[in-house]
C-alpha cells in the first residue's frame, strides 16, 4: 500500500509539472463579438512559450501548431475550427493559420497544390520560392504589401496545412526575422503528437 501511494504521489506530481510547463491565455473571438452566436467560439487559447514577443497556438482540428507575434491581438476562429487569423490593432499585419482537407486527385498533392498558388498569384509577382519533400514556400508582392505562405501536405493523412503572413513592404526591415521565427516554429499536426480530428 506504501508503494502504490508513493507511486501515486510521484505521477501525480509528474503530471502537474507536465500540464504546467506553459501559462495560457485567452484572446476573444472577434467573429463571435461581431455576430454574438454561440455557433462561434467566445475565446482563443495560446500558450506562453520561452519566445517572450510570442504566444503558442495550437489548432484544435487539424493539429498544428504555430507562433503569433504578441501584437496580432485580434483573433478570428471561424465556426468548423478549421484555422485562426491574427491581425494587429489596425489591420496591416495578418498571420492566418490553416488546415484543409486535400481535394486533388493525383498522387503529388504537393505539385498540384503549388501549380494552383502560382497560378493564382502570377509567378511574376513572386519573390521568393522553395520547396521539399512535404513542404513549399511562396513569398510575393500585391498592392504594398509582402505576403509569405508555407504550406506543409501529408498524402498519409490527405490534409494541408498552411501559414500565410502579410505585412506592408516598408515593415520589411521589422518582419524579416518575425517571419522567420513564426516559419521555424510551424510544425504541421502529423508532426506535434497531438490528435487531428479532420
Known sequence: MKQILIILVFMLSYSSTSISFAESIQLPNQYYIEHQSTAFSQDIVLHET????????INGRYAFSVFIPKNLSLAYLPSNDDGCRFSSIDGTVTLTASGGHIAYNSSNALDDY?????KAIGISNTEFIDHG???FVISWKKDGKIYYQKTFISNRYKCDNTIEISYPI????NYNEI???IERNFIPGWKT???IWG
Do not use: H, M, P, T
Open 170 to 173: 516598408d515593415k520589411k526591415i
Open 133 to 135: 519533400d512535404n513542404w
Open 193 to 195: 503528437g497531438y490528435k
Open 179 to 181: 517571419v522567420e521565427i
Open 114 to 118: 503549388f501549380a494552383l498558388r502560382i
Open 50 to 57: 520561452s519566445s517572450s514577443g510570442y504566444y503558442q497556438y
